[in-house]
């Protein structure tokens, strides 16, 4: 899927873009573009990756392209940081762990929107 070309043709020298490799079990990642050139916009990552300006595809990587950051993307990185900050109450450190009376509010008010979500596992 290439990135729309009105969205390429408006970028400049530190507009932030992700690319199309996030999902919800790692999220995006951000980039800012750090430089450009006639033909190429360069990515502030460790590589420094080059990217096509007539398309947004990233050279050297397989079906990868930059695209804007919305709010379908940011959504998704909410989700991964909020299942991040659940998974990190469980330790076996009892000093770290939340009181039950938290615990117990927390059980409520996941159970209390769960009732609202429908099941999308098949069914037997």
């Given at each position: 899927m290439?990135?729309?070309?009105?969205?390429?043709a408006?970028?400049?020298?530190?507009?932030?873009?992700?690319?199309?490799?996030?999902?919800?079990?790692?999220?995006?990642?951000?980039?800012?573009?750090?430089?450009?050139?006639?033909?190429?916009?360069?990515?502030?990552?460790?590589?420094?990756?080059?990217?096509?300006?007539?398309?947004?595809?990233?050279?050297?990587?397989?079906?990868?392209?930059?695209?804007?950051?919305?709010?379908?993307?940011?959504?998704?990185?909410?989700?991964?940081?909020?299942?991040?900050?659940?998974?990190?109450?469980?330790?076996?450190?009892?000093?770290?762990?939340?009181?039950?009376?938290?615990?117990r509010?927390?059980?409520?008010?996941?159970?209390?929107?769960?009732?609202?979500?429908?099941?999308?596992?098949?069914?037997?």
């Amino acid at each position: 899927m290439s990135a729309d070309k009105e969205w390429l043709a408006t970028l400049k020298v530190g507009d932030q873009v992700t690319t199309n490799h996030g999902d919800q079990w790692y999220g995006y990642r951000f980039h800012t573009i750090e430089r450009m050139t006639a033909t190429q916009f360069i990515l502030d990552d460790t590589c420094r990756s080059r990217v096509r300006r007539s398309d947004g595809h990233i050279l050297g990587a397989s079906y990868r392209d930059i695209a804007p950051i919305t709010d379908k993307v940011l959504a998704v990185n909410e989700t991964v940081a909020l299942q991040s900050w659940l998974n990190s109450l469980h330790t076996n450190d009892r000093k770290k762990m939340p009181p039950t009376s938290a615990l117990r509010a927390m059980k409520a008010a996941y159970d209390e929107v769960m009732k609202e979500v429908p099941c999308t596992a098949p069914q037997p």
